[in-house]
């Protein structure tokens, strides 16, 4: 599998695209720098995205940082070990601490692989991904565009990437994910690197960031 390593593979993915779609060269001169958004696959990066999830980026991040700052390093261990004062004094939601507690598990007793995912194709990637209670399919796209570099994938149900969509295209209104799933069919093979332009685009017109968090590892811990 191909995979979006380095901004060369942006570079060769946004000609690509322009040549399938002549539309999308306006698209990308209004949406400025692209980037990469490559983080490191495992526990802390999966943890970003859960938290990312129905809050504004302010907010993910203070609620992440808050996290990162209890429970040092964050492994699926500790996690469960800080138990539930760590995410009440994080600013979790119920929601979101049943998730996290859920991955963790899946990770200690059940031997989810986060690295081991990345190698996979997106289908069974994504299905291993849902079985855990709490992590729907936008979670696991986000996962595998940001730590797998998976160069073919669109999540059609990100607010920030229909809006994008349906300004740049002039559609009027916003579409929705299965509107927005068939107009991104003709960007294949290169969907990922089209999700990353319209983030960006989004970022340019509402000056605001559309992107959901891609946090680098910044310990050498394997988790």
Request: charged share 20%.
């Amino acid at each position: 599998m191909r995979k979006i390593m380095a901004m060369s593979d942006i570079d060769e993915g946004l000609d690509a695209l322009c040549l399938i779609d002549p539309r999308l060269t306006g698209v990308r001169g209004a949406a400025g720098a692209v980037p990469l958004r490559l983080s490191e696959p495992g526990f802390f990066s999966l943890v970003s995205i859960i938290v990312s999830q129905q809050v504004s980026r302010a907010s993910a991040d203070a609620i992440f940082g808050r996290l990162t700052a209890l429970v040092d390093p964050l492994t699926p261990g500790a996690l469960l070990a800080a138990g539930e004062e760590a995410y009440r004094t994080a600013g979790l939601s119920r929601p979101k601490q049943r998730t996290l507690t859920a991955l963790a598990e899946a990770m200690l007793r059940d031997g989810l692989d986060l690295h081991g995912l990345c190698a996979l194709d997106a289908p069974e990637a994504i299905r291993r991904l849902t079985a855990v209670p709490g992590i729907g399919p936008w979670t696991a796209e986000v996962y595998l565009l940001f730590a797998a570099g998976h160069p073919d994938i669109f999540p059609a149900r990100d607010v920030a990437l229909q809006s994008a969509v349906g300004h740049a295209l002039g559609l009027g209104e916003r579409p929705d994910e299965k509107r927005l799933i068939a107009i991104a069919e003709s960007w294949q093979p290169w969907r990922g690197v089209a999700s990353r332009l319209f983030w960006a685009y989004y970022r340019q017109i509402n000056g605001k960031e559309g992107a959901p968090p891609s946090q680098r590892l910044k310990r050498s811990v394997e988790l």
